[in-house]
């Protein structure tokens, strides 16, 4: 026995410790002497200690909490694992010392260790749980189809898990020449000149074929409805080339056609001369490659500025919910515009946490000049990182990103003519085998981060179908062995809480709403302040515009127009892409914000956060070089003139108020499909309270049917057993469960 429960006082305590909540352990033990003074005018101790029978003082509380880390070796591996989460919230509040938190969360590890289960030894239990739980449920008076298949569901989308890889990069990224390397086969054409022009979607198929579809009626006329210039260029092209063949293409339904992959070039080339490309909106290849096998499919992307906004849009929508993401730059002029704007709007979407940077061609520049490059591209996202807000922790967003160095001509040679003959030190140098290797961990191995993620979702799934099962089964009983006064008293109190839930139906639908209310206000908030910092850039661009004329005047040098179209150019491309990314941005924190809320009250799911809507907003190279080009060409006018600020000033104006146009209709937009969403969901947060009423109404007149048929002294015991058996269960979950949090 320690020297702590020498004391009989702390033996009681201990006892009394040994049967509260793991949350309440979890206060106990994150208690230090630094927070003394929270701990003693604390409401939620000051009840706990009133439940131990204890007096709250600054001795007591030493003494307990001493006494609670007696307790943690007494206790099963669930309650240990439930306690070190309850520490982790804690931890995250803030609200208690972190120092001593993680030296409790050590000792818990520590008592864990013999018993630690990693992913794959969590599958082979949850599996064996799954089974447990059917055995329950089939061939007995307790059948539920219901509950075998879904836990059938469960299980089979966790054996069929589907794992999504994004690959983005601007021209001559060498795109084409990394997937083929990765695939160890020259699928893609590649060219130093655009190739590809559609989306293309790589999937595993027993036999390689492909498939093209074109755009819809709808889509197509969507598209003819733009106003921008690209598309407008676009639409006209194709209208001449295809004319009245046109509506045989662009059908509603969508067209879908097979082709073989010899003639893929035809429909996916922009450079080919019937230029089918404009006419498809995306590609699905099938290919026996055993990179695909384990219900892998890759996402090929066109460019990350495509002049086709729909399709642009198409992409995005592709990207947002892959599993991983891999952007590709060119290791001799990395860290571009585009590039740097397509990493930070990636890591501002909701549901991407990594990204692989793959530095292609590196065998074209010197060792040192691959460390400047990479080093140059670190200094460049940590600097427009820190600009979007100074909340942001700089180096967290950072290690979400991994980068890679890639000679993709040597890998994809090696590979395709003779791999199993090349020496794995050759491989290594190339960088595609750190490269699978990093897809390997992330994605495909018995212990990977995906396969703790879907074991995750799946063990959730479970837990609430057990609970479910189990509230049933106590209500059953509840109904089916009581006298018959109690009886009524239970059916009354039914109905009440029935009634309750209609209410909270009713309450749930309007606080979903509020919240839109609310975002809604934040998005006029953040329009305003994004107008008011137009204006004020607009001034002094336009200052420094005009104070470059009166010095050349004062000079008497020559007006020179491509010199000031080239300034405007890049005094704008600045202005409207640090407006379009705080924009997005800082909406996008919003909204996640608001979701979050919206899952801690219950009202939002795992499968609604990750169909949120998302969205892309930036400023277009060709849109910034038309704003640039009209403006020179305004200032022109005016530049010989002897007053020529005021008219400057108003042809500036004039500029900034299409982009405020832009954003006001992007905004209005945005509000739209965010109303549809949180519509959605406001109407299934009632339903779902709807269907727990029907549910309760079913259960009870069954039960009611069942007790007139008389009382069945082995039905109570049995029902008893498989409540004990269904609670084993949880505790096991709950295990597996907190193995992965920790």
């Known amino acids: 026995m320690s020297q702590t429960l020498h004391n009989p006082q702390n033996q009681e305590i201990f006892t009394k410790i040994l049967s509260c909540q793991s949350e309440q352990i979890a206060i106990i033990l994150a208690f230090s002497q630094d927070v003394s003074a929270q701990y003693l005018q604390s409401e939620v101790i000051q009840e706990l200690f009133c439940e131990l029978g204890e007096i709250l003082s600054a001795q007591n509380l030493t003494r307990i909490a001493k006494c609670s880390q007696e307790v943690l070796p007494k206790l099963e591996s669930y309650a240990l694992l439930a306690i070190n989460s309850a520490l982790k919230k804690i931890q995250n509040a803030k609200i208690c010392e972190s120092t001593h938190i993680i030296t409790m969360q050590e000792k818990i590890k520590n008592l864990l260790q013999e018993n630690f289960l990693q992913p794959s030894e969590i599958k082979e239990q949850f599996f064996g749980i799954t089974k ?60 130093t000149i655009p190739e590809t022009a559609n989306l293309t979607i790589l999937q595993y198929g027993a036999q390689k074929s492909a498939q093209v579809r074109f755009w819809s009626k709808e889509e197509w006329e969507d598209l003819c409805a733009q106003k921008d210039v690209d598309i407008r260029q676009f639409i006209k092209e194709t209208q001449e080339l295809f004319g009245t063949n046109l509506e045989g293409y662009c059908t509603q339904p969508a067209r879908v056609e097979e082709i073989s992959l010899e003639s893929l070039s035809t429909y996916t080339s922009a450079n080919h001369k019937d230029k089918f490309c404009n006419l498809v909106r995306e590609v699905r290849l099938n290919l026996p490659l055993k990179f695909l096998e384990q219900n892998v499919s890759i ?82 996202l940590r600097a427009q990182i820190t600009k979007l807000s100074a909340k942001i922790d700089v180096s967290e967003m950072l290690s979400r990103i991994t980068f890679i160095p890639l000679c993709g001509h040597d890998a994809l040679l090696h590979r395709i003519n003779d791999s199993a003959r090349t020496p794995k030190v050759v491989l290594e140098k190339t960088g595609i085998l750190e490269i699978e290797q990093y897809l390997q961990a992330l994605l495909f191995g018995e212990n990977s981060l995906k396969l703790r993620d879907m074991l995750y979702l799946a063990i959730k799934a479970l837990q609430k179908l057990v609970r479910g099962k189990k509230a049933d089964l106590e209500l059953e009983s509840s109904l089916l062995f009581v006298s018959d006064s109690q009886l009524q008293e239970k059916i009354s109190e039914i ?248």
């Not at 592709?318 to 290791?331: F, K, P, Q, R, S």
């Not at 400047?372 to 591209?377: E, G, V």
């Not at 409207?576 to 809320?597: A, C, M, V, Y």
């Not at 029902?719 to 058996?725: C, I, S, Y």
């Open 495 to 742: 109905k009440a809480q029935n009634d309750s839930l209609h209410s909270q139906a009713k309450s749930a639908k309007e606080a979903i709403l509020a919240k839109f209310e609310e975002l809604k206000n934040a998005f006029n908030t953040m329009q305003n302040a994004i107008n008011a910092d137009l204006q004020s850039q607009r001034e002094r661009l336009c200052e420094r515009i005009c104070g470059n004329i009166t010095y050349d005047r004062e000079q008497k040098r020559a007006f020179e127009a491509d010199l000031l179209q080239d300034s405007l150019l890049i005094g704008l491309k600045d202005i409207f892409t640090d407006t379009t990314r705080g924009f997005k941005f800082h909406l996008n924190t919003k909204i996640s914000q608001t979701l979050k809320e919206l899952q801690n009250e219950g009202f939002v799911g795992e499968s609604e956060l990750l169909n949120a809507p998302t969205f892309s907003f930036y400023a277009k190279d060709s849109q910034v070089a038309l704003f640039a080009k009209n403006l020179s060409a305004q200032i022109a006018k005016y530049v010989k003139a002897r007053e020529f600020q005021a008219p400057i000033q108003k042809a500036f104006g004039e500029v900034f108020a299409e982009f405020e146009k832009i954003i006001f209709e992007k905004s209005v937009q945005i509000k739209s499909e965010n109303l549809a969403f949180f519509d959605s969901i406001a109407q299934n947060a009632y339903k779902a309270y709807e269907e727990q009423i029907a549910h309760t109404n079913a259960l009870l007149n069954q039960t009611l049917a069942r007790r007139e048929e008389g009382k069945n002294k082995n039905l109570e015991k049995e029902m008893n057993a498989l409540q004990e058996n269904l609670s084993n269960i949880s505790h096991k979950l709950d295990s597996l469960r907190a193995f992965l949090e920790m």
């Open 132 to 191: 447990e739980i059917q055995a329950f449920f089939t061939n007995t008076q307790f059948e539920d189809t219901q509950i075998t298949q879904a836990t059938e569901f469960t299980m089979q989308n966790l054996i069929n898990g589907h794992f999504s890889i994004g690959v983005s990069g601007v021209l001559s990224a060498g795109k084409s020449t990394f997937l083929n390397a990765l695939l160890g086969e020259e699928i893609l054409s590649t060219s």
């Open 299 to 380: 996402v090929d992307t066109p460019g990350l500025d495509d002049p086709i906004t729909k399709r642009e849009e198409i992409t995005k929508s592709y990207l947002v919910h892959c599993d991983l993401l891999i952007h590709l730059m060119n290791a001799s002029c990395a860290a571009t515009q585009t590039d740097i704007d397509f990493i930070l709007e990636t890591l501002s979407e909701r549901n991407i946490s990594r990204l692989l940077v793959v530095l292609t061609h590196a065998d074209l520049i010197s060792q040192k000049e691959l460390e400047q490059s990479l080093n140059y591209t670190k200094q460049s």
